[in-house]
């Protein structure tokens, strides 16, 4: 009978979560003609136009982008894009002076801050630092509100759990005008509001709320061991899927049924996934030397920029039928394209786009598939 000391588990130092939710509207491209709104959506050539004027240095104030309206929650606008590798993937381009004149071809949202003052409502259950930062993505069809939530501090993997678990039940955002508390899910339905009236037709805007909300949550620093696939206790593995889950019943099945291996032979570079939620842990990637700290955060940023957009571009073809514009029928033609799963080969992914573990497994779902080809059939029948 062995008498080792079993090693300590990691104690988590910094942790980045990353959360949305995700709204798709046919107004601009419907049957029937949109009231005059103060942005302007409908075409390519005014979408375009827009995105030269906000590609500022501090973007654009909305009341600009919107000859003199003001803004119920939109403040200033700017581009979605930040100049790195992630983004030159995607816009294909490395100037990114030829970014602007790419938005619609590729889809770009724009990035508004928020005029409401929105403070995080501290737990002192939990003993870490937490700096939100609230802002919404807006699409010709749709938005997304969006929060990301720094954890500084040391805390433990049941801490992290605890914590997704209480910002998707408690009252975490403070308000100042008007003066509430909300939950997470009532924080966006606050705002989604304003959005309407700020960027599409208000009550006649008849967007669909995608229920489910996107969650990414990324460990940033840690320290002392890890969490290997091949190691993990059965206490951490259920830790680890109640954070891709922290809604509704535990998920079915084991942690290897969830994680996905960077590489195979590395059991400790994976992505756990659990619907359009999902946990990253990147060993090498922790170890605090040269730039990994970038490295890891930039791998966090494009994972949840790349679900975000196929979630948005999903859902805009669920709706394909609503589409009756040629502006609308373009849009359709580019997300058919951008959602094509890409060629395997020798186990590995050949792609002109950018694909990461978790958007090569969405794309191969058979929702995104069955969604293109209905969505090809609807174009094919009225062309």
């Not at 669909?208 to 059965?234: M, N």
């Not at 605090?288 to 970038?294: A, E, G, I, S, T």
Request: proline share 6%; with cysteine.
């Amino acid at each position: 009978m062995s008498n080792a000391i079993p090693p300590k588990p990691p104690v988590l130092k910094q942790t980045i979560i990353d959360v949305a939710d995700c709204h798709t509207t046919s107004y601009y491209f419907g049957e029937k003609e949109p009231t005059p709104s103060a942005l302007p959506f409908s075409d390519k050539d005014k979408y375009q136009g827009l995105y030269q004027k906000v590609g500022v240095p501090k973007g654009l104030a909305y009341s600009e982008a919107s000859n003199g309206t003001a803004g119920a929650v939109l403040n200033r606008i700017k581009p979605a894009y930040h100049e790195n590798k992630y983004w030159r993937q995607y816009l294909r381009a490395r100037d990114t002076a030829l970014f602007p004149d790419r938005a619609w071809t590729r889809m770009l949202p724009l990035e508004c801050s928020l005029l409401p003052r929105i403070d995080f409502i501290d737990n002192l259950k939990f003993k870490i630092r937490v700096s939100p930062h609230p802002r919404v993505l807006l699409y010709p069809f749709g938005w997304s509100t969006w929060v990301s939530l720094l954890l500084n501090g040391e805390h433990t993997l049941a801490d992290l759990a605890a914590f997704i678990s209480h910002m998707c039940t408690a009252q975490i955002f403070r308000l100042d005008s008007p003066a509430k508390d909300l939950s997470l899910r009532s924080f966006f339905a606050h705002l989604a509001e304003g959005v309407r009236n700020d960027a599409f037709g208000g009550a006649e805007t008849n967007d669909q709320d995608f229920q489910h909300i996107s969650i990414v949550t990324t460990v940033l620093a840690k320290r002392r061991a890890t969490y290997s696939l091949d190691g993990v206790s059965d206490g951490d593995e259920k830790l680890i899927l109640q954070i891709v889950k922290p809604e509704g019943p535990s998920p079915k099945g084991t942690l290897k049924d969830y994680a996905l291996p960077r590489k195979s032979g590395q059991p400790t570079e994976y992505v756990v996934t659990n619907d359009h939620n999902s946990f990253i842990w990147m060993e090498n990637l922790l170890d605090p030397v040269d730039r990994n700290h970038q490295h890891l955060r930039c791998y966090h940023n494009n994972t949840f920029h790349s679900m975000i957009q196929a979630r948005h571009l999903y859902e805009l073809l669920l709706r394909a039928d609503e589409v009756h514009s040629s502006s609308g029928t373009d849009l359709i033609k580019i997300a058919i394209e951008d959602l094509k799963a890409p060629a395997r080969a020798d186990n590995r992914i050949s792609s002109d786009n950018y694909c990461n573990l978790n958007l090569v497994k969405f794309l191969e779902s058979p929702l995104v598939v069955n969604a293109r080809t209905a969505a090809a059939e609807k174009i094919k029948k009225t062309s």
